[in-house]
């Protein structure tokens, strides 16, 4: 039904829907409906409900039933009514149905906490907001209408332009605008090669142990059987990869999350397996533009174009909120790829593209890059110095990414600090409360993994506070025992 502007002057045009089949007379069947469309979410906060008269006349009652309704609801707590900016939904709801109404599947609220240092983000208060709003204005007065119809499902022409020269240039990746595609990111960009590959025959995959969770959920999504390889020193072992898997997915130039680097001769190994198997490495280079302490490692794909398909995100170095990755892929790849991409209808918009393809091209995305790792180097710095102050335990894994690990003695230690360290307001991640083993085992090494470069700059020096204070509190207990 819509609900239009009346003399009441509370319309507001909108469109709700309402099933008014309860018991108890259409008075009690009204309120019920709104109660029920604010619990649910369908009504959220602050949303202006059509005026009196208006849904009276689209619900075929009288007035005075829609009045009594919203004055019942408005002395619940569910609306708001003030004189002159009409009937509202209540920004805060009663206090009995919070519970149902903070909704299962939203994202975990990030802000609510003291400190937030679990890995997987940039610090987002750092996004380039005046230099995107420069490429935004410029595309959108260079824009020609043309280009707003269906995008290539390769990525906009100028975005791959641009990219390709952005991965040659800074990640030594063998590419051309017509060996990358554009994607919503790296996860949807896994996602996409495993339907392809899955569909080129492949059935198993594998994965790093410890690694990314989403790596190995996404596979098996796709119907592929993840086969965990151990990690060490020297990044992935290839040892264990079975003669005919379909791919492996590496993190190679900052292992996720032990943080190492995958070693020249295992390159090799994963190439030869590659060939011989006509399977395919997917490089996940989800953080290399940040190494601190030499020249980031090139990609793993210049040594062999035609077996490893090279991933890229905008993630780590702008937000990940951007939603906007790239691929190099095998020209062999590249056809049986778009026709999924072609199938899930899943090109990035258009204009986010050619936003990204103007921050590039004018220099925008690497000044921003190399003033966030700066920022992120010193932050690290500051981590390892303060925590060497309180235990002799170092850091795991190379001066890289936005992450560390913090080895601890064992799985229930782990546990213990991450719980701990929640009740005081810090979230933490760990090797095992967070499920990176494959599989999971209390034996397996513990550790905390540390994501540095979460908290914006004003919470970052309170975040490192308490870090520093609950992992010295636990050295002084176990040296006490
Ligand atoms: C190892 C690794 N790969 C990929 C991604 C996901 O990247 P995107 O946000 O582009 O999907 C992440 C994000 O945390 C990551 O840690």
């Known amino acids: 039904m819509r609900g239009a502007p009346d003399g009441g002057g509370l319309g507001s045009g909108l469109d709700l829907h309402l099933d008014l089949h309860g018991t108890g007379g259409v008075g009690r069947s009204l309120e019920a409906a709104l109660r029920e469309a604010v619990r649910s979410g369908r009504l959220t906060a602050g949303t202006r409900l059509p005026g009196t008269r208006s849904l009276a006349t689209d619900l075929g009652l009288s007035r005075g039933t829609v009045v009594q309704a919203y004055t019942q609801l408005i002395a619940e707590g569910w609306l708001t009514g003030a004189r002159g900016s009409g009937t509202r939904v209540a920004g805060v709801l009663p206090e009995s149905h919070l519970g149902e109404a903070a909704g299962q599947g939203q994202p975990e609220p990030r802000a609510a906490a003291l400190g937030d240092l679990r890995p997987g983000r940039p610090d987002v208060s750092a996004f380039p907001r005046a230099d995107w709003m420069s490429s935004v204005r410029r595309v959108m007065s260079a824009m020609e209408s043309e280009q707003m119809g269906y995008p290539d499902p390769a990525g906009m022409p100028a975005l791959r332009v641009a990219v390709a020269d952005y991965v040659s240039r800074t990640r030594g990746v063998w590419a051309s605008p017509g060996s990358t595609v554009i994607t919503a990111g790296a996860t949807q960009a896994f996602a996409l090669l495993a339907c392809t590959l899955r569909r080129l025959g492949a059935r198993c995959a594998a994965t790093e142990d410890p690694g990314f969770v989403l790596h190995r959920e996404l596979l098996a999504a796709a119907g592929l059987h993840p086969v965990p390889l151990p990690v ?53 280079d989800y953080d290399g533009e940040f190494r601190y302490d030499q020249q980031p490692v090139g990609a793993m794909q210049a040594l062999a174009p035609d077996r490893v398909i090279y991933a890229g995100s905008t993630s780590k170095t702008l937000a990940p909120g951007v939603r906007l990755g790239w691929l190099v892929v095998p020209a062999a790849l590249r056809d049986p790829l778009l026709r999924t991409v072609r199938e899930a209808g899943s090109a990035p918009a258009v204009i986010d593209q050619l936003v990204l393809a103007d921050l590039l091209s004018h220099g925008g995305y690497d000044r921003h890059v190399r003033r966030v790792r700066l920022g992120y180097r010193r932050r690290r710095h500051e981590l390892a110095e303060r925590l060497a102050s309180v235990t002799d335990t170092r850091l795991a894994g190379v001066a890289a990414g936005l992450h560390t690990l913090l ?75």
């Open 232 to 284: 060490d020193a020297d990044g992935a072992d290839p040892s264990g990869l079975p003669e005919g898997a379909g791919l492996a997915l590496l993190t190679p130039a900052h292992q996720h999350p032990w943080g190492v680097v995958l070693a020249p001769g295992r390159r090799s190994v994963f190439i030869d397996w590659a060939r011989r198997n006509d399977s395919y490495v997917i490089e996940d």
């Open 407 to 481: 080895p601890v003695p064992s799985a229930a230690a782990e546990r213990d600090l991450v719980d701990t360290a929640q009740r005081a307001g810090l979230l933490l991640h760990g090797l095992h409360t967070a499920g990176y083993w494959h599989p999971a085992g209390q034996e397996r090494p513990a550790a905390l993994v540390l994501g540095y470069a979460t908290p914006p700059q004003h919470a970052w020096r309170r975040a490192l506070d308490l870090l520093v204070s609950l992992v010295g509190a636990t050295m002084r207990r176990r040296s006490t025992r």
